[in-house]
């Protein structure tokens, strides 16, 4: 759908799916952790 309507530049290279998101002491997701998380998949 995205490549079609917007084009190969807003294809995402990967989609990862995790059972619960990562949060932090006061309830809020955790942003570091999420992006520690994206930078260490291997496709």
Excluded: Q, W
């Amino acid at each position: 759908m995205v490549l079609t309507g917007r084009g190969a530049l807003y294809t995402p290279d990967h989609i990862g799916f995790t059972d619960a998101l990562p949060l932090t002491d006061v309830g809020k997701p955790d942003r570091k952790e999420l992006r520690r998380r994206a930078g260490s998949h291997t496709p």
